[in-house]
Structures are given as C-alpha cells and as structure tokens.
C-alpha cells in the first residue's frame, strides 16, 4: 500500500511570496488531515476534510491560509501571504474513516522554510 | 480547550534498558482517545502504541507498553530493552471520542539512546 504523498519535500520563500503544498493521500482514505509543526514544536491540527467537506478548520489562520480537497481526493494548502512565523513542517495524514476507529497515516511533510 | 504537556525534552537511555516517557493532559471529556508517537528524522508520524480513555487495560505493543492514570490525567510511555532504532522524537497526543478527530500534541520529548 503505497502511504502519504505529499510534495515538495522543501521549500524556500521570501517573506509576502505565496507557496502551496500538495498532498495525495492513502487510496480510499476519505479523511484528510494538515498539520504545522513549528520547530520545537509538536504538530498543531490545521484543518481536516471528511472527502470534500470540511470538518474543523478552527486553528486555521484564514486571513492568509486555505486549503481545498476537490474531488475529495488530493489536497492542496496555500499560504499567501507567507510570514517568517510560518516556517515549520506541514504534514498531511489521511484515515479510511476517521482516525479513532482506523488509525492516522502521515506523510513525510513539507519543510517550509520564509526568508 | 484541550492540552498535552510533556515535561521532559530530552531522555537519554542505554541500549538494553528501561525508560519512561511522561505525558499529563487536561480534558473535561470523559470518552477520549490517547496516542504515542515517533517521529525519526524522515518527518514521518508512526504510531507506536492507542489507549482507549474507557478501557481500564493498559495497552501494550511488543516491548512499549502504557500506564494510564485515567483520575490523574496521565499517560506514560515504557520502553523496555530500548534498542538503537527508538532514537527518535516522541509525541504524547489526544482527540476526541466524538466529533471531529483531529489529534492535540504535546511538544514532543527527544529520547537518545547510548550504545
């Protein structure tokens, strides 16, 4: 079973730039999960779809973030504009249905790093 | 809102050994779920071992095993014949019995093992 996809695996911008991450969840895996990791830090939930539709968004900065999942299948998190306080890892994780019952798969993340 | 404290940064083991990672957590919720994970240095989350808040059972998995103090809202993580390959940031992290389930992370404690 092939895991988490996310890309790029870095990246650097100057400060006001914007960036995206993508990430391909598990096939079939219909809740889709992003997290910030600041460094030192342990992950802090972002957003979480349930395929398409989104279930918590609350500790999303909406000013500056969005995040989408058409389709319900892949997922794509935006930062525009992006500030030196975004710099950390963003990690994606997926769960068949839910992760309590089935258990949460992560990525590897994308190491963003603001200039 | 709900929190996951690990006072300890950083543990140092020697292979073969014993160690205790400590984990406190504060909820008003009495159906919850608690995890432990690793993190090497790949980023990738690994689930290492789930308590379920309403099971009285300690979980145990190979050579990890928990002790769960449910009254006193905590949730310490053994490892016994601690080996090379559990050199790793581990993470104490909670979610929810009901609703959304997106997990709340303590910060993290470094566990280095001597050889």
């Known amino acids: 079973e092939a895991g988490v996809a996310q890309s790029p695996r870095y990246k650097i911008i100057e400060k006001r730039q914007s960036v995206a991450f993508w990430c391909n969840p598990i096939s079939g895996h219909a809740t889709l999960y992003w997290y910030q990791q600041i460094l030192g830090q342990g992950p802090k939930l972002l957003i979480q779809?349930?395929?398409?539709?989104?279930?918590?968004d609350s500790q999303l900065p909406k000013d500056r973030f969005s995040a989408e999942r058409l389709k319900g299948v892949d997922s794509t998190l935006k930062i525009q504009p992006a500030k030196l306080e975004d710099s950390a890892v963003y990690l994606c994780?997926?769960?068949?249905?839910?992760?309590?019952?089935?258990?949460?798969?992560f990525g590897s993340g994308t190491r963003l790093t603001v200039v | 809102a709900q929190t996951v404290t690990q006072s300890q940064p950083e543990m140092s083991v020697q292979e073969a050994e014993t160690v205790t990672l400590s984990c406190t957590y504060d909820?008003?919720?009495?159906?919850?779920?608690l995890f432990w994970y690793k993190q090497p240095p790949s980023r990738q989350m690994i689930l290492v071992i789930r308590?379920?808040?309403?099971?009285?059972q300690n979980a145990t998995e190979n050579r990890f095993s928990v002790n769960f103090q449910k009254a006193a809202k905590s949730f310490s993580l053994k490892i016994s014949d601690s080996q090379l390959g559990d050199a790793a940031m581990y993470f104490c992290a909670w979610n929810s019995g009901g609703g959304a389930d997106g997990l709340t992370f303590g910060k993290g404690t470094h566990l280095i093992i001597q050889p």
């Open positions: 308590q379920e808040a309403y099971k009285q």
């Open positions: 994780a997926s769960s068949l249905a839910g992760g309590r019952g089935y258990g949460y798969t």
């Open positions: 909820t008003s919720e009495s159906d919850y779920y």
């Open positions: 779809f349930q395929n398409n539709g989104v279930v918590d």
